[in-house]
């Protein structure tokens, strides 16, 4: 089978999936605008997290003129590269995005494990289904957002020098974030957590992190406001 096909197939092996059910994993996803990347990177600065690197055959780009690196954004890899590891048995979850995979290593929940650490990950809406479809509860799912609409798109503008090139791929941006909204609110199993303080954002994802897969009052109030979100979104953009 040739790569595509063998991803379209593939399940991990049982006793990975065994590992991963005791280890503690927290896996973010949100919105662009959402801040998930800015609450991942504090929360590493604590001792109690590991940081789970993606896999992706994609070539690095340039963020703000800063060309991503090997082992700090993703992991970097070949097509053969990424179908040795699907062949061994290595990876838990693997997707095709356009023309490049992206996948999740079990190296890198070894890691964690052997350090008694929490395994954080920021991964996209499906690597996220794909988890729960494997290891259930085991995975606490958090999906952040920002407070409102108008946060939202004032969160945008900022990533954009002018006003011309947010208004044209602002239609883009919001359907995929109409998408991510519609998907994290039909399933049962994301905290979603609402960015409107940093700090307080920080400390609800590290909570969610450290104690049972449980849900809470303050889960049902985030589901209504992300859903105003998401009505707000649809009446303004699409």
Known sequence: MNLEQSVASYSPPQSSIEFLKDTTIALLVGISGAGK?????????NPDYHSIITHTTRPPRENNGILEQ?????????????????ENDELIEINKFGQNYYATSMAEFRKAYAENKIALGDIDINGIAAFREVVGDAVRAIFVVPPDYQSWRQRLRARYSSDEDFERELPARSKIAVDELEHALSVPYFHIIINDDLERAIGAVDDIAHRPNA????????????????????????
């Open 37 to 45: 990347d800015t609450i991942q990177a504090r929360l590493l600065e």
């Open 215 to 238: 849900f809470v009052r303050q889960d049902d109030e985030a589901r209504l406001a992300a859903r105003d979100l998401l009505e707000d979104i649809r009446r303004h953009d699409i």
């Open 70 to 86: 090997n082992g700090r954004e993703y992991h970097f890899v070949s097509e053969a590269e990424m179908a040795s590891l699907l």
